[in-house]
């Protein structure tokens, strides 16, 4: 069958007009494997014995950015990004190292600090985001979503760049977490799976406004508790309990649960026992 010329027609021009304005996913995700395996030698392809290595591999490192974010910004900004993102890379792994340490000590699984920078997906998780918010704080078009989601698809955990988070945040098991894009995460603070931190609302005019919920010091969220709302605040020292569904704020030291009845019969009290109960 030949094809439609008009078909080949428009897909030649928007080729043309989308061209290397944004990066492949792939490319990104080398990227920021590099990134990760340079700063944390357990995610390391290779063993770094040199100072000398290190430079090199930053330098690189820094040329490979500015050339993720050609075609977003221009070249002068691009540099300036990419700079600024180097010079805060101490921080940036002191903040994710210490991540990694809340995490061996709130999971009693957990063995050692390699154990968790190798296998545990919520220290992917937020060492990605760390990267990812710092340049969306710059104002980078794009590309932090871009880290977002490769952090998302390979870990199930999916934080919005924005979201605010404070030092040692802990993510026990992570699958299906939620951070919007206006939530802000404490000090010390504990999620567990399938745990959101959504929006009332997902009406498009709302944006630009704080739309998820803020979360205060060392709180702990249980698993699949979902907290909405732009105005919600969950205080210091609270624990939220699974299944909860919260829209309104709660003061410090709370204990939020969910109150259910579970029921419990023998087998053979029933005529006729179905395979499962809905």
């Known amino acids: 069958m030949d094809p439609d010329p008009d078909l080949v027609s428009d897909l030649a021009a928007t080729h043309l007009r989308g061209s290397r304005a944004i990066p492949l996913r792939r490319e990104v995700e080398g990227w920021m ?19 000398g290595d290190i ?4 330098g690189d490192l820094q ?22 993102l180097f010079s805060s890379l101490g921080v940036i792994r002191e903040q994710v190292a210490r991540d990694a340490e809340a995490i061996l000590e709130g999971d009693p699984a957990a063995e050692s600090l390699d154990e968790v920078i190798s296998a545990y997906p919520g220290f992917l998780a937020m060492a990605t985001h760390r990267v990812a918010h710092h340049l969306h704080h710059q104002g980078l078009p794009v590309l932090p979503r871009l880290f977002a989601e490769v952090a998302h698809a390979r870990t199930g955990i999916d934080i919005h760049p924005g979201a605010s988070i404070g030092r ?32 009332l ?7 630009g406004t704080k739309r998820h919920p803020t979360i205060e010091d060392r709180v702990v969220i249980y698993a699949n508790a979902t907290v909405l709302g732009g105005e919600t605040v969950v205080g210091h020292d609270s624990v939220v309990g699974g299944n909860v569904w919260l829209t309104s704020s709660v003061g410090p030291f709370s204990l939020v649960y969910h109150s259910s009845r579970v029921r419990v019969r023998q087998v053979g ?8 109960v809905i």
Not at 201 to 207: I, N
């Open 33 to 51: 494997d590099d990134l990760l395996g340079l700063l944390f030698p357990q995610l390391a392809s290779t063993v770094i014995r040199e100072p």
């Open 55 to 58: 430079l090199a591999g930053l």
């Open 63 to 84: 040329a490979r950015l500015c050339d993720l974010v050609r075609g977003m910004v221009d070249e002068r900004q691009g540099r300036t990004v990419s700079e600024q």
């Open 168 to 199: 040692a945040l802990c993510i026990d098991h992570g699958t299906g977490i939620v951070v919007g894009e206006t939530a802000v995460i404490g000090d010390d603070v504990k999620l567990y799976q399938g745990v959101t931190l959504g929006a």
């Open 201 to 207: 609302s997902v009406a498009k005019g709302a944006s």
């Open 269 to 276: 009290e029933m005529l006729d026992p179905p395979d499962f």
